[in-house]
């Protein structure tokens, strides 16, 4: 049986995230497996069963007309750092597609940016909508957005 994106994004993480470099070359790959996630060059920081930590640097790519960083910018980096958590905590026969991203935006996002996810752990792959919250903070520590994803989980077909 062909591995799963899961388990692909999974056997990466432990392969790369323990060596020198090895969560830039993580990220990297990341992007490559899913292109459009790969566009804001977020950096993941951390990944365990129900939790995923990723950073986003503020650069002019990822920079609108106001001098911070898109809104859409951060709905990619709040879509990746919820995918992240869930999809780590699924079990391998099971897999999960967006339902629907909502975000709440409270400050404007200026200077490294850090998202964390946090998602139950599944113990099956029983078919259900799961939503995980994500609070998207500034360097000092504010909440600049707070996005939450519903996500279908069910058995790989």
């Known amino acids: 049986m062909a591995s799963s994106p899961e388990q692909v994004i999974r056997q990466q993480w432990e392969k790369w995230s323990g060596r020198p470099g090895g969560k830039a070359m993580f990220s990297f790959l990341l992007g490559r497996l899913v292109p459009y996630s790969g566009t804001i060059g977020a950096r993941i920081e951390e990944l365990r069963p129900g939790y995923a930590r990723v950073t986003l640097q503020d650069r002019r790519r990822v920079r609108n007309h106001l ?69 998207i903070r500034d360097a000092a520590g504010d909440v600049v957005a707070t996005a939450q994803a519903r996500w279908l989980v069910g058995p790989r077909k």
């Open 67 to 135: 001098r911070s960083i898109h809104a859409i910018a951060l709905m990619n980096l709040a879509e990746l750092s919820t995918g992240l958590a869930l999809n780590y905590a699924m079990r391998p026969d099971a897999r999960s597609i967006l339902k629907g991203l909502s975000i709440d935006y409270t400050k404007k996002a200026r200077g490294t940016l850090t998202a964390e996810a946090d998602a139950p752990v599944l113990e099956s792959n029983d078919e259900r909508e799961i939503t995980v919250t994500t609070d």
